[in-house]
Nanobody, 126 residues
Framework: QVQLVESGGGLVQAGGSLRLSCAAS????????MGWFRQTPGKEREFVAG????????YYADSVKGRFTISRDNAKNMVYLQMNSLKPEDTAVYYC???????????????????WGQGTQVTVSS
C-alpha cells in the first residue's frame, strides 16, 4: 500500500505560480512511477504530468508543457508539481497518483495508477 497526501493548492491570479506537493508513505516510494492528474466537475480525470521512479523520464500534457514541472525527491518520499504562468483553465482538483508497473503509455492512463491522493483544489482567477 502507498498513501498519498497532496498539499499546496489554493487561489491564485492568472499568471501566478503554485507548487503542489505530494507526500507518500507506505511501500518503497522509489519503486513507483508517479503522476499528477486534474479534474473539473462533469469531466474525466485529465493527465497533467508523469515522472519515472528515478526522476526520469518526465511527461507532460500539451496544455501544460513549458509552464509546469514535475519533480520528485525519493529521499523525502515527495513529488512536486511546480505550476507557473497559471491560467483560469488550469482551475481543477489536482490529484497525485502512483503506479507500480509501467508500460508503454501508462503514464497517461489513469487506470494504470493503483494509488491516489484525496486531491487539492487549485483555483486561478482571471
Amino acid at each position: 500500500q502507498v498513501q498519498l497526501v497532496e498539499s499546496g493548492g489554493g487561489l491564485v491570479q492568472a499568471g501566478g505560480s503554485l507548487r503542489l506537493s505530494c507526500a507518500a508513505s507506505g511501500r518503497t516510494f522509489s519503486g513507483f512511477a508517479m503522476g499528477w492528474f486534474r479534474q473539473t466537475p462533469g469531466k474525466e480525470r485529465e493527465f497533467v504530468a508523469g515522472i519515472g521512479w528515478g526522476g526520469g523520464p518526465t511527461y507532460y500534457a500539451d496544455s501544460v508543457k513549458g509552464r509546469f514541472t514535475i519533480s520528485r525527491d525519493n529521499a523525502k518520499n515527495m513529488v512536486y508539481l511546480q505550476m507557473n504562468s497559471l491560467k483560469p483553465e488550469d482551475t481543477a482538483v489536482y490529484y497525485c497518483a502512483a503506479q507500480r508497473v509501467v508500460y508503454v503509455g501508462s503514464y497517461y492512463d489513469p487506470e494504470a495508477y493503483g494509488y491516489w491522493g484525496q486531491g487539492t483544489q487549485v483555483t486561478v482567477s482571471s
